[in-house]
């Protein structure tokens, strides 16, 4: 039987979904204070929705963005936990959004790497002007994009 969206979900279930060994996340609740799972008699971790975005955001930072953790920890400290996940689902909306035939894997591999005329290095974290800019270069990606697949 499938969880609704909203049922929490175990460490194995979230290490499973984020590719993650379950040693990784625990660290990471020693390294971000915002990661706050509830815990039940014994120590049972179980993940809210939002616990899991909050990882997913991390996750791409670190593996995706090349981000160090005190780099994350910055971004915490200045954007909040809501701005980290909102610049995550701006990434992945705008990936969904320009390569919707590409299979997963692709996608996924096309979204770490970044376009040529973008800078590879990590955005600078000055707060949501870095964010729209970063937007800004996504819609001009999915433009020329869709100009060329039209042509």
């Not at 799972?37 to 593996?63: H, S, V």
């Not at 909102?86 to 979204?111: C, F, I, M, Y």
Request: hydrophobic share 40%.
């Amino acid at each position: 039987m499938e969880k609704t969206a909203d049922a929490f979900r175990t460490i194995s279930e979230v290490a499973e979904d984020l590719d993650l060994p379950q040693h990784v996340l625990r660290f990471w609740e020693t390294r971000f204070i915002q990661i706050k799972p509830l815990k039940r008699g014994g120590g049972r971790r179980y993940y809210r929705r939002e616990d899991i975005e909050l990882l997913r955001a991390i996750r791409q930072l670190l593996y995706g963005e090349g981000y160090t953790i005190k780099g994350v920890q910055k971004i915490f400290k200045e954007q909040g936990a809501r701005g980290v996940v909102a610049a995550w689902r701006l990434r992945a909306q705008a990936a969904d959004v320009t390569a919707p035939e590409d299979s997963a894997e692709e996608a996924s591999e096309a979204a770490a790497e970044p376009p040529p005329s973008v800078s590879a290095e990590p955005p600078p974290h000055g707060g949501f002007e870095a964010l729209e800019q970063i937007l800004t270069e996504l819609g001009e990606c999915e433009r020329l994009l869709s100009t060329a697949r039209a042509g």
